[in-house]
């Protein structure tokens, strides 16, 4: 009985219902953000509090609010479940001895980087060096739960075992950065 004219409904229209059916029951990805280490430093930072800038080069970007900064410490736009990777990339010159790399993503629910930080997450790479420049690149991931974006916060360090070792950064390329995608709500 009734019913539409024919032609009215046609793919294009059952496709545009299905994304505004999945926007509106949040499905899909509301937040991404990339960071990065703008220039080198040596040896161990247990938390890697300058030089940080969002990834702006030509085609990279943000989707949603983004992460803010302070001195190293990340604060969450929303909460949710994110998904968190650290990387890191670095050298030594020439040199017989091996040295260990460990990389860390750290967690604190009291707003801070004092007592209540978790280490979360650790990449672990070891280096022997020989006749000239060694280099290293290593990663880690995790998934964080950010209930409170006043208190729950994240940062980031790297151990080297030795201070002759660097950790890269540049302004333009991505050597040693943090990726943050939000993958659900709580």
Not at 19 to 44: C, H, L, M, P, Y
């Amino acid at each position: 009985v009734g019913g539409l004219p024919d032609g009215i409904v046609d793919t294009d229209m059952l496709a545009a219902n299905a994304v505004t059916a999945a926007k509106a029951s949040g499905i899909g990805i509301t937040e991404a953000d990339a960071w990065r280490i703008t220039s080198n430093f040596q040896g161990n930072d247990y938390h890697i509090e300058s030089n940080w800038e969002r990834m702006d080069s030509q085609t990279e970007g943000k989707k949603g609010t983004g992460m803010s900064e302070s001195s190293g410490l990340f604060t969450f736009p929303s909460t949710g479940y994110y998904y968190i990777h650290f990387t890191v990339a670095g050298y030594r010159g020439g040199n017989s001895t091996i040295h260990n790399i460990v990389s860390y993503i750290r967690t604190t629910t009291s707003g801070g980087t004092g007592s209540g930080t978790a280490y979360n997450g650790s990449g672990r790479q070891s280096m022997r060096s020989e006749s000239g420049n060694s280099s290293y690149s290593l990663g880690n991931t995790t998934i964080f739960k950010c209930s409170n974006t006043s208190n729950d916060k994240i940062f980031f360090g790297v151990q080297t075992g030795d201070s002759s070792v660097y950790v890269q950064g540049s302004s333009t390329e991505n050597f040693t950065y943090a990726v943050f995608i939000k993958l659900a709500d709580i």
